[in-house]
């Protein structure tokens, strides 16, 4: 899963994806410290893996993970060429969702590169070039598609779904404001629009708030235009996040409880971004190792077999499935194989959160 955290110079972006990945990106009180889009890769939370690892006396854990791109800040007239702009879409074109860093804090040691904090105004000069970089390859898709479907008639549908798109394009909206059935939804998937991306907004806010006023006027601003796109949002301090991050497990937990915080801003965002994508894990157990995979919700037996391994999908004979709950309650799988809680599923099986699995194959 890639995502690209994005927003305007000097909102939090790098110092939130420091604190995240704790990978060392540049990060500066200027606009354009962040060039080419520094990576990090981070390992998914899972308490199940701990709790299969003792159940199996595993010698490794090994969780499923994410990897952050921290895209380089925007400003007005990108998808002309200003400032970074052209190489900043191009790097949004990689990505499997966007994480939006909005500012809402006040600080007047940090410069907010048009003058001023206003959350809404930040999000629609990013979702306006976003729309404007999209218009432009619709624009182009439409006059070389109208050409080709003098010849080829079946193009009329792809046509059709560029002019509305277009429509909704020109009136200032994302294409994700859009909906489409299902044969829609795999022809727009290949224009690889940017406005149709999902979007999380991350309202960036200050450690005194995260204590006093977390959601504050700025943050409420940003939930209700998320709502209103049928977007989420979610509340995460990148300053607390960065002194998280050089802590260990029980200090963080400690400075965490200190805070009145169940969970760091990290859990938070990646619980989130796991619902924007509709992804969920299922497991895998044994004396070497616990693994987390994760697949879409939705996903069937076979598909999800295929993750581990290509020949597995294609062999595919049954999969032996129990619930990680179950599986941890009866404390092995000979006492739950005894109460009948292992399943042997067919090549019709919906997948389940949690499902701990082993899949039988042939090839």
């Known amino acids: 899963m890639k995502l690209g955290i994005v927003g ?3 909102v939090g972006k790098s110092t939130l994806f420091n604190a995240i990945t704790s990978a060392g990106a540049e990060s500066a009180n200027y606009p354009f410290c962040t060039i080419e889009p520094n990576v990090g890769v981070v390992s998914v939370p899972d308490e199940r893996l701990e709790g299969l690892r003792l159940l199996f006396d595993s010698e490794k854990c090994v969780p499923t993970a994410i990897e952050f791109f921290d895209i380089a800040g925007l400003v007005k007239g990108a998808s002309k060429g200003e400032g970074l702009g052209n190489k900043f879409l191009s790097h949004i074109r990689e990505v499997e969702a966007i994480v939006h860093v909005v500012r809402c804090f006040e600080d007047e040691n940090i410069t907010h590169v048009e003058g001023r904090i206003s959350p809404i105004e930040d999000i629609e000069i990013i979702n306006l070039e976003l729309i404007l970089a999209d218009l432009e390859v619709v624009t182009k898709r439409i006059e070389r598609a109208q050409k080709l479907l003098k010849s080829d008639k079946s193009l009329q549908k792809e ?3 560029l002019i509305k798109i277009k429509g909704t394009l020109e009136d200032g909206n994302s294409v994700r404001s859009l909906e489409f059935d299902d044969d829609e939804v795999t022809i727009v998937k290949s224009f690889n629009l940017l406005s149709n991306k999902p979007i999380l907004y991350v309202t ?3 450690e005194e708030d995260v204590i006093s006023n977390p959601e504050n006027e700025y943050v409420k601003e940003v939930q209700e235009y998320a709502s209103k796109e049928h977007s989420q949002a979610v509340i995460i ?3 607390i996040e960065a002194e998280v991050s050089e802590l260990d497990d029980e200090e963080k937990k ?4 200190d805070l009145g915080l169940k969970e760091s801003g990290l859990d938070k965002l990646i619980k989130a971004s796991y619902k924007l994508l509709g992804l969920m894990s299922y497991l895998t157990a044994g004396p070497k190792e616990v693994r987390a995979w994760t697949i879409k919700i939705g996903t069937k037996a076979p ?5 581990i391994h290509t020949d597995m999908e294609r062999g595919f004979i049954r999969a032996e499935v129990i619930n990680y709950g179950d599986l941890i309650e009866c404390g092995g799988y000979p006492k739950a ?7 042997l599923e067919g090549k019709d099986y ?4 949690g499902d701990v699995v082993v899949f039988r194959f042939n090839v």
Do not use: C, H, T, Y
Request: hydrophobic share 45%; no cysteine.
């Open 337 to 343: 194989k005894e109460k009948g809680l292992v399943r």
């Open 237 to 239: 301090s990148a300053q």
């Open 350 to 353: 919906v997948m389940q959160d």
């Open 159 to 161: 046509v059709d779904l």
């Open 204 to 206: 960036n806010i200050s």
């Open 8 to 10: 305007l110079p000097n």
């Open 254 to 257: 400690a400075f965490l409880n």
């Open 303 to 307: 598909q999800a077999a295929g993750k």
